[in-house]
């Protein structure tokens, strides 16, 4: 299933997280935080998520890292998602959470998120033979790395019901993709106040001026700081070092 939403469009991010957050409230916030990082209608960037913010949804929460196409491991993940694995799950490929006969139709789901991109929903169900039916939803979001590429993303995974024997892994139960119109947008420089020196021009200096430098009480040559330069009014000097 397919919609599209315009990255301009704020009622319709409204309305999206109002209905995730029906969901589950973990949905909503993650959702929330990740539309509050975007610049302009641009993705947010990976280096911009701080983890404390959404600090409440942390045990759900996992970012995935695309190495290159048909290569999406998970980069961190919380607990929730450790407990369903039986293991430490960081550094699996995300294709391990699902049976051997969804992974290609997760694979191409996934893949959407970073090529279009687009806001992925999946619906999933476990019926291990061993252990009690659960059920759950998982949130994919596609983030920007340092270097502008869409290959970085945030989700979430939820479930009801008991874990029972791991590991679980799970079956599509619906898809929802809804592809994101953006506008790369630059973002701002940060301040650079205290670092940047007014430019001055180049002044020769006059022909027969005089070549002793200032000395020191010990004879030794005097060469004016930059505090010293600045302090003292006259033209501008023709050396001056920057220690």
């Known amino acids: 299933m397919q919609n599209s939403i315009d990255g301009r469009g704020e009622a319709a991010w409204s309305f999206l997280t109002q209905r995730l957050t029906r969901t589950s409230k973990t949905f909503g916030d993650v959702l929330r935080y990740w539309n509050a990082l975007r610049v302009g209608t641009d993705l947010p960037a990976r280096s911009d998520l701080d983890p404390r913010v959404i600090q409440t949804a942390l045990a759900n929460a996992f970012i995935l890292d695309r190495t290159r196409p048909g290569t999406i491991r998970i980069r961190v993940a919380g607990g929730h998602m450790n407990d369903l694995m039986g293991m430490e799950v960081r550094g699996m490929p995300i294709r391990a959470f699902f049976d051997l006969l969804e992974r290609r139709r997760l694979m191409d789901l996934v893949e959407t998120v970073f ?18 039916i659960i059920e759950g939803k998982m949130l994919i979001l596609p983030m920007r790395d340092a270097a502008g590429n869409v290959n970085k993303a945030l ?11 791991t590991p679980r892994r799970f079956r599509i139960q619906r898809d929802v993709v809804t592809p994101i119109v953006v506008t790369q947008t630059p973002k701002p420089a940060p301040a650079m106040a205290g670092f940047n020196e007014p430019a001055t021009s180049f002044e020769a200096r006059p022909t027969g001026a005089a ?5 020191g009480i010990d004879g030794t040559p005097h060469i004016p700081t930059d505090l010293e330069a600045a ?4 033209p501008v000097p023709w050396l001056r070092i920057v220690r």
């Open 231 to 234: 302090s003292k009014p006259g």
């Open 211 to 215: 070549s002793t430098p200032n000395t």
């Open 115 to 132: 090529t279009k991109p687009a806001l992925l929903e999946l619906d999933l169900v476990s019926n291990n033979r061993s252990g009690p």
């Open 155 to 165: 989700g979430c995974l939820v479930t009801h019901g008991d874990i029972g024997q």
